[in-house]
């Protein structure tokens, strides 16, 4: 995968595909409605597609009322007003807002691309992307966000688990297992054979890194809302499985984002777990 290091980031060759896609340009499509939630954020399509992703409130220097410049929303008030192509380029800003306005809007205009009946890539599945792996007690399995529920799962199975999580307060004080320093990932990730990561990855731009570093890794997920783009970048670059959501109710979703809605809302109203593997052989 030499190549492909020394090429285009994930998100700038999701955003040139999609630029330059037939499908894109027929429709010209323009955004409908934008929304940044405590949680997460929005975006709906004239198309009627939408797509989501996580806020990344942690990552802002200064999520007070007040924010400098460098930590606000720019234009604000203005966004629906931006060409799509913009808003596309928002998620390769280093402005934890931006980038995610950028990945929501990626998400949109990639189910536009995910629902055209040429598309090669078809949901493998509906639900829990662990269920497309097999983890034994012999598999070192690294993650890269605290996921509850697949940690209490796959601590049941393996001892070599590491949960490399930026903000421990999204951990509960029950919860008996150990955090690891994001500052360890270098040292932990090449020894997974196994690899989760949060899709929250792509708005912070570490994703490419840590793929880099999954030295061992025969299975690689990257999971979450956020993780609802056109799968090929990922695919290319090793990762096995995804697993993002496909939004069956645009207003409803806008609604539950404006009103602080969190993941299981979705889910249970206007949103699908949508989990896709890999076909494609990677470049070594």
Same mark, same amino acid.
């Given at each position: 995968m030499q190549d492909i290091k020394k090429g285009k980031s994930i998100t700038r060759e999701l955003i040139d595909f999609i630029k330059d896609s037939s499908v894109i340009n027929q429709l010209n499509i323009t955004p409908k409605e934008l929304r940044i939630g405590v949680f997460y954020t929005g975006v709906v399509? @004239?198309? &009627?597609? $939408?797509?989501?992703s996580y806020t990344p409130?942690?990552?802002?220097p200064e999520a007070v009322c007040c924010p400098r410049s460098h930590a606000k929303m720019p234009a604000a008030g203005e966004l629906l007003n931006k060409e799509i192509t913009e808003l596309m380029d928002y998620a390769l800003d280093d402005n934890a807002l931006k980038a995610a306005v950028g990945m929501a809007t990626l998400n949109a205009l990639s189910a536009v691309l995910l629902a055209d009946d040429n598309c090669k890539y078809k949901p493998t599945a509906y639900g829990n992307a662990l269920e497309l792996i097999d983890i034994t007690c012999n598999d070192t399995v690294a993650m890269v966000g605290a996921f509850t529920p697949f940690i209490k799962k796959i601590s049941e199975i393996t001892e070599k688990l590491f949960v490399i999580e930026k903000n421990p307060k999204v951990v509960g004080k029950d919860d008996t297992f150990k955090i690891e320093s994001a500052d360890r990932l270098e040292e932990i990730i090449p020894q997974a054979n196994i690899l989760i990561i949060t899709g929250v990855t792509l708005i912070n731009h570490t994703?490419? /890194?840590?793929?880099?570093? $999954?030295? #061992?890794?025969?299975?690689?997920v990257v999971v979450g809302p956020t993780?609802?783009?056109? /799968?090929?970048?990922?695919? #290319? @670059? &090793?990762?096995?499985v995804m697993g993002g959501v496909r939004i069956t109710d645009a207003a409803r979703m806008i609604h539950l984002i404006g009103e602080a809605g969190s993941g299981y809302d979705f889910f249970d109203t206007c949103a699908d777990k949508v989990i896709m593997r890999n076909e494609i052989i990677p470049v070594k």
């Open positions: 399509l @004239r198309s &009627g597609h $939408a797509g989501m409130v942690q990552e802002i994703l490419g /890194p840590i793929l880099d570093l $999954a030295e #061992k890794a025969n299975e690689i993780a609802s783009i056109y /799968p090929e970048p990922l695919f #290319k @670059r &090793g990762v096995t």
